[in-house]
Structure formats: C-alpha cells, structure tokens
C-alpha cells in the first residue's frame, strides 16, 4: 500500500507570489488533514476535509490560504500571495473513516521558504 | 483549549542505554489518546505508540513503552535498548476521543540524539 504522499518537498518562493502544495493520501482514506510546522514551534492543525467537505477548518490562519479537494481524492493548499511567516513545513495526514480511534497517516511535508 | 507541552528540546543517550522524553498535557476532557511519533532525518513521521486515556495499563510497543500518569496529565516515553535508528525528532500529541474531528494537538518535539 502505497503511503501518503506530498508535491513538492522543498518550494522557495518571494514574498507576493502564489504556490500550490499537493497531497495525495492513502488511497481509500477519506479523512485528510494539513497541519504546518513553522521553526520551532509546535506542529499546528490547519484543517481537515471528510471525502471532498471541509470538516474542520479553524486552524486555517487566514483568507491567503485555500484548501480544496475535489472528488475527494487528492488534496491542493494554496497560498495566495505567500508573505514571509508563511515559511515552514506542510504536513498532510490521512486517517480511513469512521470513528476518529484510527491512527493518522503522514506525508513527508513540503518545506516551504518565502524569502 | 488542550495543551500539550514537551520541555525538553534535546536529548541525548548513549547507544544500548535507556532514555526518557517528557510530555505533560492540559485538558478538561475525561476520554482522549495520546501518541507519540517518531520523524527520523528528512523521512515522514510514523506512530511509535499510543494509549487510551480510559486504559490504565501503560502502552508498550517492544523497547517503547509510555508512563501514564492521568491525573498528573503525564505521559512520558521510555526508549530501552536505544539503537542508532532511534535517532530522530520525537512528538507527543493529543487527540479528543468524542466527535468524528481527530485533529491531533502536537508538542513542540524533543531531538533525541544516539551516540554510539
């Protein structure tokens, strides 16, 4: 079984321009979540989709972000545009449905640089 | 809101020796999870252990195992044996057992060095 997968690994871009970060989860997974990790801090819950609904997205920390998941598969976070704070790794998670015991499955990340 | 708290940003043990990582926790929930996971260099994290708020039996996973202390909102995780591969950064998190969510609630991490 393959495992949850994220495009790119490392993105570098300039304050003001747009990136996408991929995921591709388990497949079969309906439960997909993106946390971020910014520089020594705590990994952070942004949010979390069941199938192709937002569930949860609370920790989405401004309007500058977009999340979609269309057809319930693979998931897109956009930033538009990226400002400096931005820097830090993506983590996407999958988890297969029904109740919330089973375990969460990660990606890689994506190391994003805004510079 | 639940908090979960690791105060020790590095730790260092020595090959075939034992080590401790802290992790303390908030919470005005009676029923959650705990974990741990491992992210070794540059690879993905994985599930090291976890254990259910309602078992008062501590987790263990071979030279894994977890001090669970609920009322003092204490879970700690105790390597046995270490190994060169257990080298990596160690997270501890929460997630409520109620609702369909999971979300889980990380830690800062703790660096877990092995010298050989």
């Known amino acids: 079984e393959a495992g949850v997968t994220q495009f790119p690994s490392h993105s570098v871009i300039e304050k003001g321009q747009t990136v996408t970060l991929r995921c591709d989860p388990i497949?079969?997974?309906?439960?997909l979540y993106w946390y971020r990790r910014v520089m020594g801090k705590e990994i952070k819950f942004l949010l979390h989709f069941v199938k192709e609904s937002k569930q949860d997205e609370s920790g989405m920390p401004n309007n500058r972000f977009l999340a979609e998941r269309t057809g319930g598969t693979y998931s897109t976070l956009k930033v538009q545009p990226a400002e400096l704070e931005d820097s830090g790794v993506y983590f996407c998670a999958s988890r297969r449905g029904g109740g919330s015991s089973y375990e969460q499955y990660f990606g890689p990340g994506t190391r994003l640089t805004v510079t | 809101a639940q908090t979960v708290t690791q105060s020790q940003p590095e730790m260092s043990v020595q090959e075939a020796e034992t080590v401790t990582l802290s992790c303390t926790y908030d919470?005005?929930?009676?029923?959650?999870?705990l974990f741990w996971y491992k992210q070794p260099p540059s690879r993905q994290m994985i599930l090291v252990i976890r254990q259910e708020a309602y078992k008062q039996q501590n987790a263990t996973e071979n030279r894994f195992s977890v001090n669970f202390q609920k009322a003092a909102k204490s879970f700690s995780l105790k390597i046995s044996d270490s190994q060169l591969g257990d080298a990596a950064m160690y997270f501890c998190a929460y997630r409520s057992e109620g609702g369909s969510q999971g979300n889980l609630i990380f830690g800062k991490g703790t660096k877990l060095s092995v010298k050989p």
């Open positions: 497949s079969g997974h309906d439960n």
């Open positions: 919470t005005s929930e009676s029923d959650y999870y």
